[in-house]
């Protein structure tokens, strides 16, 4: 039997305490792989992040394929991993034993996910598979949802011969280079000029857990205001703490753990912590929306959020 491969391709920005646990994550998926399924961990660091010397140590430790690229556009930084990839397999034409999967530096996956992906890998005959939803939290664990989506990033199996035939015949990447979001729906569009569809794998089991900090493109809150249907759903945070298993919230949440109770009001100029890249920052409430349980947050010590925009879930009291 001809070996499958699977290279897992991610972009490093910041939050080295999650990448951290992505890493032992990522660690144990690979290793549960079945016989005949071959992964590789591609990286792709910025030497401009302030964090860079303690994410490269990190990547060295773990001994995944290092490569460097600017930050931005995050498109050309992540096809920096994906040709890769293509020129590591060396072959003149792909065949069907070759994936590509894309992942995020801040998603913890289940190893039994290779229960639901293995028989589309190694038996499918479409080009694009993902799994039909995953589950976001903040990383104090307060507060989680799901999100079941047909236009999925994150644990998507891509054959390596549509990105290459892609880039042979209409002359693209994967990503549109000069993008530096949605470029999970924008990926799909490319594929589709050579007729390839997403196949969803449906499965009600949490395989995905979306870390959501205050550096992400788009925070945990955001999808509460951009997401106002019945594809998105708050669940239970104990939902998500067996499928989480090994993961840790910074030392610091569980002094502040109770958040604000549900009795006590929020207002403009209140003042509060919330957690941004694992650290318990001070801020004032700047705006309150409180339909949809959301606060603008100003931080106190003159830096700037890039998503100002939390949850009540999300905030503490100093």
Same mark, same amino acid.
């Given at each position: 039997?001809?070996?499958?491969t699977?290279?897992?391709?991610c972009p490093w920005?910041?939050?080295?305490?999650?990448?951290?646990e992505?890493c032992?994550?990522?660690?144990r =998926?690979?290793?549960a792989?079945?016989? /005949?399924?071959?992964?590789k961990?591609?990286?792709v660091?910025?030497e401009?992040?302030?964090?860079?010397?303690?994410?490269?140590r990190?990547?060295?430790?773990?001994?995944?394929?290092i *490569?460097?690229e600017?930050?931005?556009p995050l498109g050309r930084k992540?096809?920096?991993?994906?040709?890769?990839a293509?020129?590591?397999r /060396?072959q003149?034409q792909?065949?069907?034993r070759h994936?590509?999967?894309n992942?995020?530096?801040d998603d913890l996956? +289940?190893?039994?996910?290779w229960?639901l992906?293995?028989?589309?890998i190694?038996? /499918?005959? +479409?080009?694009i598979?993902?799994?039909d939803?995953?589950?976001?939290?903040?990383?104090?664990?307060?507060l989680?949802?799901r999100? $079941?989506t047909?236009n999925p990033g994150?644990?998507?199996f891509i054959?390596?011969w549509a990105v290459?035939t892609?880039?042979?015949?209409?002359?693209?990447?994967?990503y549109?280079?000069?993008?530096?979001r949605?470029l999970?729906?924008?990926?799909?569009?490319?594929?589709?000029l050579?007729?390839?569809?997403?196949v969803?794998?449906?499965s009600e089991k949490?395989?995905?857990i979306d870390?959501k900090?205050n550096?992400n493109?788009t925070s945990?809150?955001a999808f509460?205001? *951009?997401?106002?249907?019945?594809n998105?759903?708050?669940?239970p945070?104990r939902?998500l703490?067996?499928?989480l298993? =090994?993961?840790?919230?910074?030392?610091n949440?569980?002094?502040?753990?109770?958040g604000?109770?549900?009795t006590?009001? $929020?207002?403009k100029?209140m003042?509060? *912590?919330? =957690?941004v890249?694992?650290?318990?920052t001070?801020a004032?409430?700047?705006k309150?929306?409180?339909?949809k349980?959301l606060v603008e947050l100003?931080?106190l010590k003159g830096?700037?959020?890039k998503?100002? *925009?939390f949850? =009540?879930h999300q905030l503490?009291?100093?």
């Amino acid at each position: 039997m001809r070996e499958t491969t699977v290279d897992i391709i991610c972009p490093w920005w910041k939050r080295p305490s999650i990448t951290a646990e992505h890493c032992r994550s990522m660690n144990r =998926f690979m290793q549960a792989a079945p016989a /005949g399924i071959e992964c590789k961990y591609w990286v792709v660091l910025s030497e401009q992040d302030p964090y860079y010397p303690e994410l490269l140590r990190l990547a060295w430790d773990n001994g995944y394929m290092i *490569l460097h690229e600017e930050n931005r556009p995050l498109g050309r930084k992540t096809n920096v991993a994906v040709n890769a990839a293509l020129s590591f397999r /060396g072959q003149q034409q792909m065949d069907s034993r070759h994936w590509l999967m894309n992942i995020g530096s801040d998603d913890l996956v +289940d190893p039994d996910y290779w229960e639901l992906c293995t028989r589309y890998i190694t038996e /499918g005959e +479409d080009h694009i598979y993902a799994v039909d939803r995953i589950y976001l939290c903040d990383e104090a664990l307060t507060l989680a949802y799901r999100l $079941i989506t047909f236009n999925p990033g994150a644990l998507r199996f891509i054959r390596l011969w549509a990105v290459q035939t892609l880039q042979q015949d209409h002359n693209k990447d994967l990503y549109p280079p000069e993008l530096n979001r949605t470029l999970d729906g924008n990926s799909a569009a490319n594929l589709s000029l050579i007729g390839v569809k997403i196949v969803n794998m449906v499965s009600e089991k949490i395989y995905i857990i979306d870390v959501k900090t205050n550096t992400n493109i788009t925070s945990c809150a955001a999808f509460m205001r *951009l997401s106002e249907n019945g594809n998105f759903s708050k669940v239970p945070i104990r939902q998500l703490c067996n499928a989480l298993g =090994f993961y840790h919230p910074p030392k610091n949440a569980f002094s502040f753990k109770f958040g604000i109770p549900e009795t006590k009001a $929020i207002y403009k100029g209140m003042k509060v *912590l919330v =957690f941004v890249d694992s650290i318990a920052t001070r801020a004032q409430v700047e705006k309150v929306y409180k339909g949809k349980e959301l606060v603008e947050l100003k931080p106190l010590k003159g830096k700037r959020f890039k998503n100002n *925009l939390f949850s =009540f879930h999300q905030l503490f009291i100093p």
